[in-house]
């Protein structure tokens, strides 16, 4: 099982899909990164040598912001937008859409499960 920034990625798929595992790189990032390293779009990562893996590692860490870095920054800047009351920040803090998508129907993921209003009828 191989290690890349701290996650186990799958060994039975191949590289640019196990990639993907990483928080922080998707499908263009894992299509770079193998272009860069010189490994073939159809090898699995089973297949890789211990020295391939070292190198994926080190330019994951050089050129990337993966996993728990990246977490922490996408929250430092909600909650920096939280701090400063500007208009997104208060739709975070409400629990809202914070994107302007309609909130009098839909908007069921941010708001959670509908609540009855009692002595409302169809």
Request: charged share 35%; net charge positive.
């Amino acid at each position: 099982m191989a290690r890349i920034a701290g996650v186990n990625i799958p060994t039975n798929k191949r590289v640019e899909i196990a990639l993907q595992y990483i928080h922080g790189i998707g499908p263009k990032a894992a299509k770079e990164l193998i272009t860069k390293v010189g490994i073939e779009d159809s090898r699995r990562v089973n297949q890789l040598t211990d020295a391939e893996i070292l190198q994926l590692r080190e330019s994951i860490d050089r050129d990337y912001t993966v996993e728990g870095d990246l977490r922490r920054e996408v929250s430092m800047n909600i909650k920096r937008l939280m701090d400063l009351a500007s208009y997104r920040g208060l739709r975070h803090r409400k629990g809202l859409p914070v994107r302007g998508q309609r909130t009098h129907t839909n908007a069921r993921t941010r708001k959670g499960p509908a609540k009855p209003i009692a002595g409302k009828k169809k």
